[in-house]
């Protein structure tokens, strides 16, 4: 079984940043694609940010590139999100989540769909004030 637990959530001001960091046990993530999600309050949950196994490759939604990365220490089993240039609109509680087991190279096409993943954390909250 695999644990995931998010932490660095927080209040800042609009500007600001934030590193989220997602710790992993149980099982180690090395191989395994990792995304962030977040979801506002009365909205969906939506894709935010993923990477690879190795972190190779990473995706981001519109909306936050060029503001946030997402990256990973395999040595210490986390996956992190520095979020910077922080807006109001990014406020949400932020999830991390790891692949499922499988056909891993489907990852490349399906890191957006929540529906992948087969490990979430709790969830962090985020907000960002103007």
Do not use: H
Not at 88 to 94: G, K
């Amino acid at each position: 079984q695999v644990q995931l637990v998010e932490s660095g959530g927080g209040s800042v001001q609009a500007g600001g940043s934030l590193r989220l960091s997602c710790a992993a046990s149980g099982r180690a993530i090395e191989s395994y694609g990792m995304g962030w999600f977040r979801q506002a309050p009365g909205k969906e949950r939506e894709f935010v940010a993923a990477l690879t196994w190795g972190g190779g490759t990473t995706w981001y939604t519109d909306s936050v590139k060029d503001r946030f990365t997402i990256s990973r220490d395999d040595r210490k089993n986390t996956v992190y999100l520095q979020m910077n240039s922080l807006k109001p609109e990014d406020t949400a509680v932020y999830y991390c989540a790891r692949a499922s087991d499988g056909d891993r190279y489907n990852f490349y096409y399906t890191y957006r769909d929540a529906n992948v993943y087969a490990y979430w954390g709790q969830g962090t909250q985020v907000t960002v004030s103007s």
